[in-house]
């Protein structure tokens, strides 16, 4: 198993057997026993932040009071202090950590990650915007009540959430966070030999880059809620010189070379994100709900390869190599830390958000 159970504000899927590939958002609910617990498990959700805001922000809220006292609520400070706070009955664990101020409403991606057994529990923000993760361990978990769980991703009696989330979800292991995601399973790349999935790879093949062939020094793999920045992009064939239709994360960077990019960036080629060329014609959002499945590669240098004909980044990992406690929550976990490349600079200019917006433009005027 894994996830089993999703949320947006109108609709939801909870099943603790697991939600199946096709997940969501059908409306069906499976209910848990209400003695039942989960004693290893993420729970995750997005939310649009306000900025300067005038007090503290619930985002999630729970309290519970049939049988016994339950609470568990996620705070955000006009400070910047997000804290987590876990009660059942006499016992109690918090945490918190401090988030830089946004300047303008932010997107913030929220995991609460807890192993009871090991006695440890990871709190991660990841700021969508900015490309920023922030951790705070909290130790000696409390296992958390299925029932309580099912309320709060169904939204029922004692939850509150704030109008800004635009989802969560639950699953019963430690998922990972951080790291960009890359293109979904069955995606054809060029390799030596021709066109191979994407998920039929293996580390030490060799993939074709434009830097020549390379090998493959770590595959990730995620499978999350096809929900909004975890929402695939679709990119369709013949555009973009691809031969066949792909589905990419919304945070894979796309290589885009031609006139503009010399003009506006001075670069005969850039790399964008792949929600930023969202045109509603050659690209656009595929069908949110469910569960998708992505695949990322890591070679020592960050390059450029060719997926489908189009070219498009390998995964960077940056200063986060560099950083043992965050690597341990990534999906490079398992990967050596000496053996982690240590990726200093982009193949290409990346683009930031305003000025993607702007190639964009000129791209379809």
């Not at 200093?344 to 190639?359: I, K, M, V």
């Amino acid at each position: 198993m894994a996830w089993i159970g999703m949320g947006t504000q109108d609709r939801a899927g909870f099943d603790a057997r697991g939600l199946g590939q096709s997940g969501l958002l059908t409306g069906l609910v499976t209910e848990p026993g209400s003695d039942e617990i989960l004693p290893t498990g993420s729970l995750m959700f997005e939310a649009q932040v306000a900025a300067q805001y005038s007090g503290t922000q619930r985002l999630i809220h729970l309290h519970r009071s049939r049988g016994w006292t339950r609470h568990l609520a996620v705070l955000l400070a006009e400070d910047g202090r997000l804290s987590v706070d876990l009660q059942q009955g006499a016992s109690r664990r918090a945490a918190q950590l401090t988030l830089p101020v946004p300047a303008r409403e932010a997107r913030l991606r929220v995991t609460y990650a807890w192993d009871a057994p090991a006695r440890h529990a990871v709190i991660s923000v990841e700021d969508l915007d900015q490309e920023t993760l922030h951790q705070v361990e909290l130790p000696n978990p409390l296992p958390l009540p299925l029932d309580d769980l099912d309320a709060l991703i169904r939204g029922g009696r004692g939850v509150q959430r704030d109008p800004g989330l635009r989802w969560i979800a639950l699953s019963d292991r430690v998922e990972p966070v951080g790291l960009p995601l890359g293109v979904a399973a069955g995606t054809p790349v060029e390799t030596p030999g021709g066109l191979c999935p994407v998920d039929h790879l293996r580390v030490g093949d060799l993939v074709s880059t434009s830097d020549g062939p390379r090998p493959i020094r770590w595959l990730t793999r995620r499978e999350v809620p096809a929900l909004g920045a975890f929402r695939p992009i679709h990119l369709r064939a013949p555009y973009h010189g691809l031969t066949s239709d792909i589905l990419v994360a919304p945070d894979h960077r796309l290589l885009v070379s031609g006139g503009e990019t010399e003009y506006l960036f001075g670069e005969d080629a850039v790399l964008v994100e792949a929600c930023h060329l969202v045109d509603g014609r050659t690209t656009h959002r595929a069908h949110g709900g469910g569960l998708m499945r992505y695949h990322h590669i890591l070679l020592d240098e960050h390059t450029c390869l060719s997926f489908a004909g189009l070219q498009g980044e390998s995964l960077f990992v940056g200063a986060m190599g560099r950083d043992a406690d965050l690597i341990a929550t990534t999906a490079l976990a398992a990967m050596p830390l000496n053996a982690i490349p240590r990726h200093r600079s982009f193949a290409r200019l990346p683009l930031s958000s305003y000025e993607a917006r702007t190639l964009a433009a000129s791209l379809v005027a």
